[in-house]
């Protein structure tokens, strides 16, 4: 907890699961893959951890957001969205 | 004269004079250039690790802009397990940790593990294993691990069935114990890969191989080879986190694509991991409880900087129990917890923790 709090990028609060996914899947670097990110959704660097702009931002694209939204993608369907922006590949996702 | 509250490698508070603390940090850096073999901080560095210990509150974090990818090893053991796993005993279940962890605190992945966290004990109940991942994957939105420890005194006797070096070496019987080294390194390996492909045949995002190389440099080569082989052929996401700072060499003859294993240090260490195919490399830094967490900083962060400098996959580095300058203590403090945090993202380069 001490960690999320003074380094952590903040998951599906923000884009820490996306960011995560470009080090996961292309090995990226942590500037590397949060350029990768903010250019695959059109926003700033700065924005990435910014909860106040991915919280509306992610329920625009149907990416996953941290409060229970009736109707909102979650889980597997959210990282089907995911995988098509950030065209990369999600594993789970060949059980579908 | 104002002192400045700090805290021991073992928990403990302590208070340091401005002059006591930039001479532990400048000897923390000095140990990890003479052990580590690693290149002095610079000056704008040690200044920033003495306002980042001198500043009065309690709490402090990156730089906006800065933040970094968690990975935690251990899986949610930390909120169901008991206090063999520095768990909290919540009466969740693992399913339910993983929400809790992806929702109210906000990690950016997390694995799932058994609480008897190796590899050996989970090969025999690895479909279990994979349904809990395989639910975690419906549900979840952020990355899942599995992860488990390589744990390689499981193999030796009494608890596995070979001989233990442990007890062949100070016998002075050399080729006995690193004949046994050997077959249990391929005993660790067909277990690894077992669980691992398992894991891969559900979809899970990664598979985590934590505390490696905690016996010594076979079992290294044990879990090099083991990435080789899952990253030729499986889809996984591989993260190979360290047991200590450097390999011992129990074994001592050991090489990996030329290289001896025994002596790495986390700089070397993260070349081999590379080389084998690994997405993500874990080192570790070891706190040393009878000097202060300044001092402790210091010397994690210099070897980590060097570790991330010669790095071409992400960094995510251990800053937990008794590692990366935390103090070696059940409950790490965060007034010093969150301090490591900090030093080792703006100094140490990583990419993740």
């Given amino acids: ?96 | 004269m104002s002192t400045i509250r700090t805290r021991m490698g073992d928990g403990y508070v302590v208070e340091l004079t401005p002059e006591e603390l930039r001479a532990d940090l400048r000897a923390g850096c000095a140990d990890a250039v003479k052990r580590g073999k690693v290149p002095p901080l610079e000056e704008a560095e040690l200044d920033y690790l003495y306002e980042l210990f001198a500043y009065k509150g309690r709490i402090v974090g990156v730089e906006p802009g800065h933040e970094v990818i968690l990975t935690k090893d251990g899986s949610v053991n930390t909120l169901y397990s008991a206090q063999l796993s520095s768990g909290v005993g919540l009466p969740l279940s693992r399913e339910q940790c993983m929400r809790v962890f992806e929702r109210a605190f906000c990690f950016d992945t997390m694995e799932i593990g058994h609480p008897d966290y190796s590899y050996k004990p989970v090969k025999p109940i690895v479909a279990l294993e994979a349904v809990g991942v395989e639910q975690a994957l419906l549900t979840t939105i952020f990355p899942v691990f599995y992860g488990a420890m390589p744990n390689f005194g499981l193999y030796a006797q009494p608890d596995g069935p070979f001989p233990n070096p442990a007890d062949l070496l100070p016998r002075g019987r050399i080729e006995e114990a690193r004949e046994a080294q050997m077959l249990m390194a391929d005993a660790c390996k067909a277990d690894m890969l077992y669980v691992a492909r398992h894991m891969a045949d559900v979809g899970a995002d990664g598979i985590n191989f934590d505390t490696t190389a905690s016996a010594g440099d076979a079992e290294l080569l044990a879990v090099l080879e083991t990435v080789e082989e899952l990253a030729a052929t499986t889809d996984l996401a591989i993260e190979v986190g360290m047991a200590a700072e450097f390999v011992l060499g129990f074994h001592g003859q050991l090489e990996y694509k030329g290289t001896r294993l025994a002596g790495l240090w986390p700089h070397q260490q993260v070349k081999l991991v590379e080389q084998a195919g690994a997405h993500l490399f874990g080192p570790v830094v070891n706190t040393n409880s009878r000097k202060s967490t300044p001092w402790n900083v210091a010397r994690a962060v210099s070897i980590v900087k060097e570790c991330s400098r010669v790095a071409e996959i992400p960094i995510h580095a251990n800053v937990g129990m008794g590692v990366g300058g935390v103090p070696m203590f059940e409950v790490p403090p965060p007034d010093v917890l969150t301090r490591c945090s900090a030093a080792m993202v703006e100094i140490g380069r990583v990419d993740g923790l």
């Fill in chain 1, 1 to 96: 907890m001490s960690h999320a709090l003074a380094s952590g990028m903040g998951g599906i609060r923000t884009t820490g699961d996306l960011v995560a996914r470009m080090q996961l899947r292309k090995k990226m670097r942590l500037p590397q893959a949060k350029q990768y990110v903010a250019d695959k959704l059109k926003v700033g660097l700065d924005d990435l951890a910014d909860s106040t702009v991915m919280r509306a931002l992610r329920e625009e694209l149907d990416i996953g957001v941290i409060t229970a939204v009736p109707g909102a993608r979650k889980g597997i369907e959210a990282k089907r969205n995911i995988a098509a922006l950030l065209d990369v590949e999600v594993p789970c996702l060949k059980r579908l």
